[in-house]
């Protein structure tokens, strides 16, 4: 079978550049265009030296519609605005969307949702394993414990992430939710701040810290009477998210469509 040809979206970026180095050194896979939104610096630029390796020959573009068109999947950690964009573009040529943005809207939702019923969509809030087993069991812990068991979780970012909570955190916040049968948004509590009287039975708190250049660190926490569970993933690396993110690009590979997570790449 040949190479699956991935396409990558804000190339210029942290992870666009970590999915360039990833592309490179994974067999099966090779990277057919890289874009960045109209007048970025990087334009022009071939996108293999901006992640610190040899010349591909493939130099960054903002013509996203033919780089998608060229390929059988494109990876996406951009902003709500780019993903929407780039979901009508990956539906429209019929081929595998990995999307890892976060700060997703109703709306967004709504139209990657629509985008999906023409192409395979893989959409999660993290990529790497490690985090969708957490989820797994956060899941599991929270089904098996009653609501006396308060749940709580706590993530940290850098300085530069510009959304609260994570998408990994509400992606937490979601599994736990259905572990306990409710909606997270009528259990979901994002603030705390003066008199805010007692903890609501059946609650989910979220705390988001920002600071440095944390790559990422969740912690889920069940607090009963006397006990307290806490189960943490800690990441040290962005070639995790990248890694699960190409993993996703060849699970889709043929799925059709349908909108898909890592839970199901993984088969958790």
Known sequence: MSDIKIAVTGAAGRMGRELVRIIAETDGVTLSGAT????????????????GLSPSGITVTSDAATAIAASDAVIDFTTP????????LAAKAGIVHVIGTTGLGENDEAAIEAASRHATVIKAGNMSLGVNLLTSVTRRIAEALDADFDIEIVEMHHRQKVDAPSGTALMLGQAAAKGRGIELTSASVRTRDGHTGPRRRGDIGFATLR???????????????????????????RSIFARGAVKAAVWGRGKGPGLFNMSDVLGL
């Open 36 to 51: 960045e939104p109209a007048g970025s610096p990087h334009l022009g630029t071939d996108v293999a030296t901006l992640a």
């Open 211 to 237: 600071g440095g250049s944390v790559i990422g660190d969740h912690t889920v926490i069940f607090a009963g009477d006397g006990e307290r569970i806490e189960i943490t993933h800690r990441a040290g690396d």
């Open 81 to 88: 605005q780019a993903t929407v964009e780039i979901a009508a």
